[in-house]
Structure formats: structure tokens, C-alpha cells
């Protein structure tokens, strides 16, 4: 099973080759992932990206290549702040912004799906709410996280200003 750790920085993990854009202890490919990765077609069982994609400007073309270089049934693991998260828009060096139905723009199954020719089969979807953030220690607030996970389109309309979520997972296959 081949894995890509995409966007590693620091968080180098065992059994995947680790990417980043900079030379950190660890990394075993530098590369820029806004420019087409040095990776063949259908390389990854497995794509894992965590606080990465909310820096890119151009998330249709990073989509387009973690297509690529995904294999039929392999599966990419997204993590990104959700939009109500404190630090979204206080770190300067974030672009874009999630909600638990980004990735749905990607599937069949949205009739604004036009914007770009790739598809994907949403595996997953889940908003994460901590008890703190504000330390290596944290946890989830599993109560919350259980109530949202019954209706996240009226958590995102009416409640998500009062109570901000942290993270949303997405996992996504390809569609090819």
C-alpha cells in the first residue's frame, strides 16, 4: 500500500512518503503542490493532507492532482479548519474556507458541479469539535460532535456561529 503525507511540515508519518514544500527533517520529496506533483498517475492506495489545502488559492487544480495520483479506490483523508473556526481567518496565510458541503461541489450529485471536469465519492464527512485547541492536549468533544452529525445542514445554517466547530474531515475517492 503506497501513502502520501501531503503538506507534511513537521508532521512526518511513518510508512508514507512525506511531501512538503520545504527541506524539513524527514521530508522525502520536496515539491510545490500548486504545480503538477512529480508523481505518476495512479500512484497512492492512500492520500493524507491535514491544515493544507485552507493555504492553496487554486483548490481545483490541487483536487485535480491528488485525482491523478490517487488509484482507483484509494481514498484521500482531508483535514481543514471549518469556517467558524478562531484561527481561520485570524492566520494571515489562509486563502480559502470550509464547510461541512465543499467537497460535495466535487460529486455527481450537485448541480453546481460543473466548475471542474473531476469527480469524487464522498466516503466520509465529519465536523470536529474540542474541548480546548488551545494546547497539545486536547480532545474532542464527542456529545457535541454526535449531535451535529444528525442534521450538519441545520448546524451550519442556524447554530454554527454560537457554537464554532474546529475541524471538518472529508474522505473522498476518485471517481475514474
Not at 511531501?19 to 527533517?25: A, G, N, R
Not at 498517475?41 to 493524507?48: A, P
Not at 489545502?53 to 492532482?65: G, N, Q, Y
Request: proline fraction near 5%; include cysteine; glycine fraction near 4%.
Amino acid at each position: 500500500m503506497k501513502r502520501l503525507n501531503l503538506g507534511c511540515g513537521k508532521d512526518i508519518r511513518e510508512g508514507y512518503v512525506n511531501l512538503d514544500m520545504y527541506q524539513l527533517p524527514g521530508v522525502d520529496v520536496v515539491a510545490d503542490i500548486t504545480k503538477r506533483l512529480p508523481f505518476e498517475d495512479d500512484t497512492f492506495d492512500e492520500v493524507f493532507t491535514a491544515h493544507v489545502l485552507e493555504h492553496m488559492v487554486d483548490l481545483d487544480s490541487i483536487l485535480r492532482e491528488l485525482h491523478r495520483i490517487t488509484k482507483k479506490d484509494g481514498v484521500i483523508r482531508i483535514f481543514v479548519p471549518h469556517f467558524t473556526n478562531f484561527g481561520a481567518y485570524t492566520d494571515p496565510t489562509h486563502k480559502r474556507f470550509f464547510g461541512y458541503f465543499t467537497m460535495d461541489y466535487y460529486t455527481d450529485n450537485n448541480e453546481m458541479n460543473f466548475y471542474t471536469p473531476v469527480r469524487f465519492v464522498i466516503r466520509k464527512k465529519k465536523l470536529f469539535f474540542y474541548i480546548t485547541k488551545t494546547s497539545r492536549y486536547s480532545f474532542e468533544n464527542k456529545p457535541l460532535t454526535w449531535l451535529v452529525s444528525l442534521s450538519p445542514l441545520v448546524y451550519e445554517r442556524f447554530f454554527c456561529w454560537i457554537i464554532p466547530a474546529q475541524e471538518v474531515y472529508y474522505e473522498i475517492e476518485p471517481v475514474k
